[in-house]
């Protein structure tokens, strides 16, 4: 019991005694007394008052006693060698004496042992628990408390219930006494050897050191089979709480052993390391880093970021995980350009040299490129970097011009593809906190470059994608946009970095799928297909060369002959790009090469005729159209990714109601202007002979070739009505003419879009003769002269000029053609919406 040292109180003290152990060595005789007299059933006995404990029968406990009442019943009950004991219900008084109502009415009856003078002036005494009386009045109140009590009575009686919860009882207390290290293990075999159940209560609740009114609560019990349910209880509590102290304890312990055998085992490899000269102090890496920071020419911002993880780095233990992170990102803001640059090459002369060297034809690119180094001879670093996007099919050189753009510049080149890119933070970066982060794809394409100013090539920027984890187009619009790149900030790297002096290249095959802000940010170049002189060209000059070095035929020349490159490219090609045309004549070396191998004679100059044995059969039929004139086929043409394509349009009229089917994977565009050249047709039937019960007695199917691929657009409109037309009046069209147009309900064609990929595919086809609206004269200027000279261009604005040229002469009974009026300013061209193909690679736009 706790008292202020100015008036000591009894104190209790976790050892407990039971007095029924047999041959147990009793401290005096004194402790026998209440057993060893004959007490009536009512009688007078002095009072000792107990702060916040309680003394249950059979217990022996030291008691310290300083206050005068309580020494006073001492003395008074020496004669005796007993005394009652009973708790305060309140532990607050410290000098005044309690009053009869200040203490509870059931307590012990307790024999007194050795007591002894302390020099603080208490008096320690030795008590063992009796039985239990309970108060019938108050006799004395001073100079001591004197009460009358009679002895309660416990049941004696034994039943199986009571055996039961004994040893159940027993049992949870020997789990209590392995977990609870208060506990001597002594506890459980005094226990064990308690006289009866009720001894066995009254030892555990006074063992286990219970709140007041909880102890008071089980002494006032006179049934031991209550009492033991009750102690249970508690027992049960007591448990889990000491398991659970036992689980953190031995989880902290285990974690304590873990991290000092880790600690341990460190220095050990540290020490070894150290002896064998493989690892530098701490002190020295610090000291590098701060050394190569003072030689490092970077924006005071980041100089001063750098300065402050260093000096965190230099704080951290060398064990911490945390020093590899910060080591990393010092790392990447020592190792990255901030001011290392090459100097530019602004020689005009040099770039035309090694621009026509490299690359065939492409005098539009080449212009813009020495249109730059020449501003940028005279402006300095007053210009911006232009922002360029190459668009074209495949294969037509956008990647390569890109690195001949750098080596005439004598910058570096870099390039970063951008296919299948779906994470944002492929671009800026992921931020500090995950583990394992890393700076974007940008900046580590930059420490690859190791200058502020390469020529950084975004390869397939159509092909990036997005989902749950950001768009990267989005991101792209930050490094792209002049105004905003000279402060990129990388999620990672957490300050800005100048990209201000990259020139940005970026390659596509089609701008369909990219954000209107991310191209209204770039510079659109365009790459339109080659025709088969270029074609040529680019193989005799580059290709043809290239693949005898790469299949060791240096020193085997081989010859190859225009005729037959003339004719790989018409019979086992048809593409708008060279990629195609290389791997063909790459075959042809590679079968010369094992002929050389095997020290067999080989043809030095290939003819056209052995291009079978060479290549297989012919794969395309050069000049596609039709071999005679048909009713109701006219031949239209479409733009795709690759470049243009022939497309030719049938319809067929058989016995109905007058309805309209469309087939061929006709998007909704597409399938208006079938609609709108039905009704021209019907408009103009009286004027072509057409009869008019033949639109209400006749379904009318109009399909376009090669239905796998989705087709969409305006342009086709006046090939479906001229095929419309033909098989009304069964007039055939002529096989050697194809068109493009939209057209309206009163005959009028429209420009469209995809002029020049258009036209090379009609003269890749073989076409001679192409009708095309006279508004889009402006874009011929892109179309190669060859094809100028070799097709006939027919330019129309009605619908009536467009059948006086395509039908067979002399056979429809059409308008006169009209004279060319006064040229009008053409509207602008649109070119038409292209799908993307789910089910091929290509996508047709009529």
């Known amino acids: 019991m706790k008292q202020p040292s100015s008036n000591p109180s009894p104190e209790f003290t976790r050892t407990v005694f039971p007095s029924d152990m047999r041959g147990w060595p009793l401290p005096t005789d004194g402790l026998n007394a209440t057993s060893n007299l004959k007490l009536p059933e009512m009688f007078d006995v002095p009072v000792l008052p107990l702060r916040e404990m309680v003394i249950f029968p059979r217990s022996i406990l030291p008691l310290t006693i300083g206050r005068d009442r309580s020494l006073n019943a001492i003395e008074a009950a020496s004669s005796v060698s007993i005394i009652a004991t009973i708790a305060q219900k309140t532990g607050n008084e410290t000098d005044a004496a309690p009053l009869p109502s200040d203490l509870f009415t059931v307590g012990t009856l307790c024999g007194m042992g050795r007591s002894l003078r302390l020099p603080d002036g208490t008096t320690s005494l030795v008590v063992q628990g009796g039985s239990r009386v309970e108060v019938v009045e108050w006799v004395q109140a001073t100079p001591f408390l004197v009460a009358r009590v009679k002895l309660v009575q416990e049941p004696q009686s034994q039943s199986p219930a009571l055996s039961a919860m004994s040893r159940a009882v027993l049992s949870l207390f020997e789990q209590v006494v392995s977990f609870d290290r208060t506990l001597p293990e002594e506890s459980y075999v005094y226990a064990m050897n308690a006289s009866g159940p009720s001894a066995l209560a009254d030892f555990i609740a006074q063992a286990l050191n219970l709140p007041l009114i909880e102890a008071q609560e089980l002494l006032e019990l006179r049934d031991p089979l209550v009492r033991l349910q009750k102690i249970s209880v508690k027992l049960g509590k007591r448990l889990e709480v000491l398991e659970l102290e036992d689980r953190i304890h031995e989880q902290v312990q285990l974690e304590m052993d873990k991290g000092q055998r880790e600690v341990f085992l460190r220095e050990q490899i540290r020490a070894i390391q150290t002896e064998l000269g493989e690892l530098e102090s701490d002190e020295h890496s610090v000291s590098a880093l701060r050394a190569r920071l003072q030689h490092k020419n970077m924006p005071e911002a980041v100089r001063l970021k750098a300065e402050q993880e260093i000096n965190r780095l230099s704080h951290m233990n060398g064990m911490m995980p945390e020093v590899g992170m910060a080591r990393a990102y010092i790392e990447w803001l020592l190792n990255l350009p901030w001011s290392e640059q090459t100097q530019d090459r602004l020689d005009l002369t040099y770039a035309h040299q090694i621009l026509n060297e490299r690359h065939y034809g492409l005098q539009k690119m080449k212009e813009r490129i020495l249109e730059y180094i020449a501003v940028r001879k005279l402006a300095g670093d007053k210009m911006r970097s232009p922002i360029l996007c190459f668009v074209g099919p495949p294969g037509t050189g956008k990647t390569s011009l890109a690195r001949g753009i750098a080596d005439s510049l004598g910058r570096k080149f870099v390039r970063m593809s951008l296919g299948g890119v779906r994470d944002e933070a492929e671009i800026r970066g992921h931020r500090r906190t995950y583990i394992g982060a890393l700076p974007g794809r940008i900046l580590q394409t930059m420490r690859r470059a190791g200058t502020v100013n390469p ?200 016995a109905g109601k007058g309805n309209l089917m469309l087939t061929g994977s006709l998007g909704e565009v597409m399938q208006e202007s079938a609609q709108a050249a039905m009704s021209y047709a019907r408009s103009v039937a009286d004027q072509y002979g057409i009869n008019a019960q033949m639109f209400e007695k006749s379904d009318i199917h109009i399909h376009v070739a090669e239905g796998a691929v989705p087709k969409d657009g305006p342009s086709a409109g006046i090939t479906m009505a001229t095929a419309l037309i033909s098989s009304l009046t069964k007039t055939p069209v002529r096989r050697d003419v194809a068109m493009t147009g939209e057209i309206t309900l009163r005959g009028r064609v429209l420009p469209i879009g995809g002029v020049r990929e258009k036209l090379l595919a009609a003269h890749r086809a073989g076409v001679r003769t192409f009708i095309l609206p006279k508004k889009n004269d402006k874009d011929l200027e892109e179309v190669p002269k060859r094809v100028l000279r070799d097709v006939k261009l027919i330019k129309v604005n009605d619908m009536a000029e467009v059948l006086n040229v395509a039908m067979t002469p002399g056979l429809v009974a059409g308008q006169p053609v009209a004279k060319a009026k006064t040229k009008r300013t053409p509207r602008p061209t649109t070119a038409p919406r292209r799908p993307r193909a789910p089910k091929a690679s290509v996508t047709a736009t009529a």
Not at 531 to 559: C, D, F, S, T, W
Not at 563 to 569: A, S
Not at 586 to 607: D, G, H, L, S
């Open 455 to 654: 020529l950084f090539v975004l390869d397939e920027i159509d092909k990036i994608g997005d989902d749950f984890r950001g768009d990267p187009a989005a991101a792209l619009l930050e490094v792209l946009d002049p105004e905003q790149n000279s402060e990129f900030e990388d999620h990672y790297l957490d300050v800005p970095y100048d990209l201000s002096k990259v020139l940005w290249v970026t390659t596509a095959n089609s701008l369909h799928s990219l954000p209107p802000a991310l191209v209204d940010r770039m510079e659109i170049i365009e790459f339109s297909g080659y025709v088969e002189e270029e074609k040529l060209a680019i193989a005799k000059r580059y290709l043809v060369p290239r693949q005898l070095e790469e299949n060791g035929l240096l020193n085997h020349p081989m010859r190859f002959s225009d005729e037959f490159l003339t004719q790989i490219i018409r019979e086992y090609t048809y593409e708008a790009g060279v990629r195609n045309l290389d791997r063909e004549i790459a075959t042809v070396c590679r079968k010369a090469a094992r002929k050389v191998a095997e020290n067999k004679p080989f043809p030095n100059r290939p003819t056209p005729k052995m291009l079978p044995k060479y290549l297989g059969p012919p794969r395309f039929d050069f000049g596609r159209t039709e071999d005679t004139d048909q009713v109701g086929i006219a031949n239209g043409v479409s733009w795709t990714e690759s470049g243009g394509d022939l497309m030719p349009i049938e319809v067929t009229l058989v």
